[in-house]
């Protein structure tokens, strides 16, 4: 789970994973927030370069992880 409240600017670009409520997951790029949702990029035509360019997807806070955060390996067993 990413806490909104201490989300930063040094965020924008950091890699996460969602996973929803069957274990699916999949990779984006966090892109903005505001206060009830983070917004992740998750496809681009593989421009990740020009992510910014691209619609974030209103994502809750509790389905995603920063890509190391160990938190993300528990929920996988």
Same mark, same amino acid.
């Given at each position: 789970? /990413?806490? /909104?409240?201490?989300?930063?600017?040094?965020? /924008?670009?950091?890699? $996460?994973?969602y996973?929803?409520?069957?274990?699916?997951?999949?990779?984006?790029?966090?892109?903005?927030?505001?206060d009830?949702? /983070?917004? $992740? $990029?998750?496809?681009?035509?593989?421009?990740?370069?020009?992510?910014?360019?691209?619609?974030?997807?209103?994502?809750?806070?509790?389905?995603?992880?920063?890509?190391?955060?160990?938190?993300?390996y528990?929920?996988?067993?």
């Amino acid at each position: 789970m /990413i806490k /909104i409240n201490d989300l930063t600017e040094k965020d /924008i670009g950091r890699w $996460v994973t969602y996973i929803d409520g069957m274990g699916k997951r999949e990779e984006g790029k966090l892109k903005s927030w505001n206060d009830k949702f /983070i917004f $992740v $990029v998750y496809t681009c035509n593989n421009e990740w370069d020009r992510f910014k360019d691209f619609t974030g997807c209103a994502t809750s806070p509790k389905d995603i992880y920063f890509k190391e955060d160990p938190e993300l390996y528990k929920r996988s067993r």
